[in-house]
Nanobody, 126 residues
Framework: QVQLAESGGGLVQAGGSLKLSCAAS????????MGWFRQALGKEREFVAA????????DYAASVKGRFTISRDNAKNTVYLQMNSLKPEDTAVYYC???????????????????WGQGTQVTVSS
């Protein structure tokens, strides 16, 4: 199986920026589409962003589009989430995930992913 390890979370003031990283153990990392999800306290896990195998296609939830950028470096087996203009409502545990299926459209729901990281806390203060 694939092990995923998120890092880069922390406490930031509203309007600030953070960059999350997710390092994968899988040497064939480029065979997985990748995504970021988040779960706020008392809420269900929600889709944030996804990226295709080679990084040519990216997709975002409406709530983060224009503020967040997902990217990947297959040579480093790492996916990133650059978060700018952070808002208090962005506060959540952020998870990265890897999907091995052949259909990229499966990346928009958590049920489309096979492997999950443990999450990293992002807290945005007013």
């Amino acid at each position: 199986q694939v092990q995923l390890a998120e890092s880069g979370g922390g406490l930031v003031q509203a309007g600030g920026s953070l960059k999350l990283s997710c390092a994968a153990s899988e040497r064939t990392f480029n065979n997985y589409f990748m995504g970021w999800f988040r779960q706020a306290l008392g809420k269900e896990r929600e889709f944030v962003a996804a990226i295709s195998w080679g990084g040519a296609r990216t997709d975002y939830a409406a709530s983060v589009k224009g503020r967040f950028t997902i990217s990947r470096d297959n040579a480093k087996n790492t996916v990133y989430l650059q978060m700018n203009s952070l808002k208090p409502e962005d506060t959540a545990v952020y998870y990265c995930a890897a999907g091995r299926g052949p259909h990229y459209t499966a990346s928009f729901t958590d049920r489309g992913y096979d492997y999950w990281g443990q999450g990293t806390q992002v807290t945005v203060s007013s």
